[in-house]
């Protein structure tokens, strides 16, 4: 059963960089039929695409996050990663990675939160 | 940027009761459309994926309908499980966009 878990700091201070690991379990980073992506929840509020990627390297980023937003991917470690620099409070949140199936995200991790501020 | 819109934002409901939510997307979308669950503390769940497809192991009282800008999501029959929040969520060109959210609450 594939499961992925989201790991990194808790807090980050303002104009920093935010980076965050999904270690991937149960099944291959490098499955030809998959993308892997990252989203964000702010506390109370919906869910925001951060960004994809594929195993090759290949990426997507959201539009509005696109200068600060960086994804990697490590195949040997079966992991990829977030980067998000000039963080400010609006992006405290908690942070998922999840498997992208054809279009759909499944399954998630359990998610972390992320919180910024001095 | 497609943009989806979710009505209504929240409903109140017995058990038993019929729910229907609706998602307009901002620019057609074919059938690329899903729908999630998610309760409070817990990351969400895919619930419907192509506008109708039934995920594997999700209760058959949860259908979705629709295709284009208008889609619908229905539990035929609430059950006490079923109280949360509900995401669509649409995929055009790689770029995926989520609606803003109903949340299904106890009447």
């Known amino acids: 059963q594939l499961q992925l878990q989201e790991s990194g700091p808790g807090l980050v201070k303002p104009s920093e960089t935010l980076s965050l690991t999904c270690t991937v379990s149960?099944?291959?980073?490098?499955?030809?039929?998959?993308?892997w992506g990252w989203i964000r929840q702010p506390p109370g509020k919906g869910l925001e695409w951060i960004g994809s990627?594929?195993?090759?390297?290949?990426?997507y980023y959201n539009p509005s996050l696109k200068s600060r937003v960086t994804i990697s991917v490590d195949t040997s470690k079966n992991q990829f990663s977030l980067k998000l620099s000039s963080v400010t409070a609006a992006d405290t949140a908690v942070y998922y990675c999840?498997?992208?199936?054809?279009?759909?995200?499944?399954?998630w991790g359990q998610g972390t939160l992320v919180t910024v501020s001095s | 940027d497609i943009q989806m819109t979710q009505s209504p934002s929240s409903v109140s409901a017995s058990v038993g009761d019929r729910v229907t939510i609706t998602c307009r997307a901002s620019?057609?979308?074919?059938?690329?459309l899903a729908w999630y669950q998610q309760k409070p503390g817990k990351a969400p769940k895919l619930l419907i994926y192509?506008?109708?497809s039934l995920q594997s192991g999700v209760p058959s009282r949860f259908s979705g309908s629709g295709s284009g800008t208008d889609f619908t999501l229905t539990i035929s029959s609430l059950q006490p499980e079923d109280f949360a929040t509900y995401y669509c969520?649409?995929?055009?060109?790689?770029?995926?966009?989520f609606g803003q959210g109903t949340k299904v609450e106890i009447k």
């Open positions: 999840a498997r992208i199936n054809m279009h759909w995200f499944d399954p």
């Open positions: 969520q649409q995929a055009n060109s790689f770029l995926w966009t």
């Open positions: 149960g099944g291959s980073i490098s499955s030809s039929s998959y993308y």
């Open positions: 990627i594929y195993y090759s390297g290949s990426t």
């Open positions: 620019q057609g979308i074919s059938s690329w």
């Open positions: 192509a506008a109708s």
